[in-house]
């Protein structure tokens, strides 16, 4: 065991509950500009779905692999990110997408479904990937995710708020429409805030060990943004659809990642940094795609 894997992080089931009770609000405010129409499109047309899951379950842990054997990270940093690219896509890829003037309806499609299917993926991808390194294998053990509480997230985190957004949207049409501007402006402020919160919480830590992972999670988000959007460009995707796929491909869930860090590797540091690192930073580069793609009508894209 590497020094990095004696540390524990600053990172406990209450930020993990405030930052899920912060996506809800979030969601509830994306989900006032939906209507049913836009989900009876997607799924008319599932062919934007099929791709991105097929870049979040097979490209991208396939990409991870090959990353990880590239820049040799240690071996609980290397299953870290395994870990990471094995999660489904994270909620706040709903969010990022409406942003980023991207297709929400499907955004919203893809985190469900990605969520549902990681109850058999996640671990399948882990012990796939995992086992095929001989560093990672050493330390690898057999996860297991529970069919209710992942259901559970779905519907809490997903759901629930935007039932009661759809709802407030059809029966409050004026209010939404005066409301639009102040909540996503509200939405990135929270966002930041809890991102410099949950970066001053393990200040420290990141000092001492969070330079070769930096780089890393860079280099890893990267690959998944990228992997995401040009796996959606070569299927002949329109450009809403590209960035959905992309944002949910480069936004993990890695809170869940990091509840299973700690309920089956029992906090192993260097699993855990990557993985709370991830979170942090695919909030801070998924903003920056979104506000440079908000920017850019993606009618005139190409």
Same mark, same amino acid.
Not at 5 to 27: E, H, Q, T
Not at 66 to 76: C, F, G, N, Q, T
Not at 211 to 231: E, K, M, S
């Given at each position: 065991?590497?020094?990095?894997?004696?540390?524990?992080?600053?990172?406990?089931?209450?930020?993990?509950?405030?930052?899920?009770?912060?996506?809800?609000?979030?969601?509830?405010? *994306? #989900? /006032? @500009?939906?209507?049913?129409?836009?989900?009876?499109?997607? +799924?008319?047309?599932?062919? $934007?779905?099929?791709? !991105? &899951?097929?870049?979040?379950?097979?490209?991208?842990?396939?990409?991870?692999?090959?990353?990880?054997?590239?820049?040799?990270?240690?071996?609980?940093?290397?299953?870290?990110?395994?870990?990471?690219?094995?999660?489904?896509?994270?909620?706040?890829?709903?969010?990022?997408?409406?942003?980023?003037?991207?297709?929400?309806?499907?955004?919203?499609?893809?985190?469900?479904?990605?969520?549902?299917?990681?109850?058999?993926?996640?671990?399948?991808?882990?012990?796939?990937?995992?086992?095929?390194?001989?560093?990672?294998?050493?330390?690898?053990?057999? *996860? #297991? /995710? @529970?069919?209710?509480?992942?259901?559970?997230?779905?519907? +809490?985190?997903?759901?629930? $708020?935007?039932?009661? !957004? &759809?709802?407030?949207?059809?029966?409050?049409?004026?209010?939404?429409?005066?409301?639009?501007?102040?909540?996503?402006?509200?939405?990135?402020?929270?966002?930041?805030?809890?991102?410099?919160?949950?970066?001053?919480?393990?200040?420290?830590?990141?000092?001492?060990?969070?330079?070769?992972?930096?780089?890393?999670?860079?280099?890893?988000?990267?690959?998944?943004?990228?992997?995401?959007?040009?796996?959606?460009?070569?299927?002949?995707?329109?450009?809403?659809?590209?960035?959905?796929?992309?944002?949910?491909?480069?936004?993990?869930?890695?809170?869940?990642? /990091?509840?299973?860090?700690?309920?089956?590797?029992?906090?192993?540091?260097?699993?855990?940094?990557?993985?709370?690192?991830?979170?942090?930073?695919?909030?801070?580069?998924?903003?920056?795609?979104?506000?440079?793609?908000?920017?850019?009508?993606?009618?005139?894209?190409?």
């Amino acid at each position: 065991m590497t020094e990095i894997d004696l540390v524990r992080l600053n990172f406990n089931p209450g930020s993990l509950w405030a930052l899920n009770f912060i996506i809800g609000l979030v969601m509830f405010g *994306v #989900a /006032l @500009d939906l209507k049913v129409a836009d989900f009876k499109a997607v +799924l008319s047309m599932p062919k $934007p779905v099929v791709i !991105g &899951m097929v870049g979040q379950f097979i490209l991208l842990p396939a990409f991870t692999f090959l990353l990880v054997l590239l820049i040799k990270p240690a071996p609980s940093i290397a299953l870290g990110m395994m870990l990471v690219a094995a999660c489904p896509g994270g909620n706040i890829s709903n969010f990022l997408t409406h942003y980023a003037k991207g297709n929400t309806a499907l955004s919203i499609t893809m985190t469900a479904l990605s969520t549902a299917v990681a109850i058999v993926m996640t671990p399948l991808n882990l012990s796939l990937w995992g086992g095929l390194n001989p560093e990672t294998a050493k330390i690898l053990k057999v *996860v #297991a /995710l @529970d069919p209710l509480d992942m259901l559970l997230a779905v519907f +809490l985190l997903l759901g629930l $708020p935007m039932i009661v !957004g &759809m709802w407030a949207g059809h029966r409050f049409p004026n209010f939404v429409e005066r409301a639009h501007k102040p909540v996503k402006i509200f939405s990135i402020a929270v966002f930041g805030v809890f991102v410099l919160g949950a970066l001053a919480a393990n200040w420290r830590y990141f000092l001492d060990y969070v330079g070769f992972v930096v780089i890393a999670v860079f280099l890893h988000n990267g690959l998944a943004l990228v992997t995401g959007y040009y796996a959606a460009k070569f299927s002949g995707l329109p450009e809403r659809d590209r960035r959905a796929v992309s944002i949910e491909v480069g936004i993990q869930n890695s809170a869940l990642g /990091l509840i299973l860090i700690f309920n089956f590797f029992d906090g192993l540091g260097g699993m855990a940094i990557v993985t709370a690192w991830w979170g942090i930073w695919h909030i801070i580069s998924g903003l920056t795609v979104s506000t440079y793609w908000s920017k850019r009508d993606p009618q005139g894209a190409t």
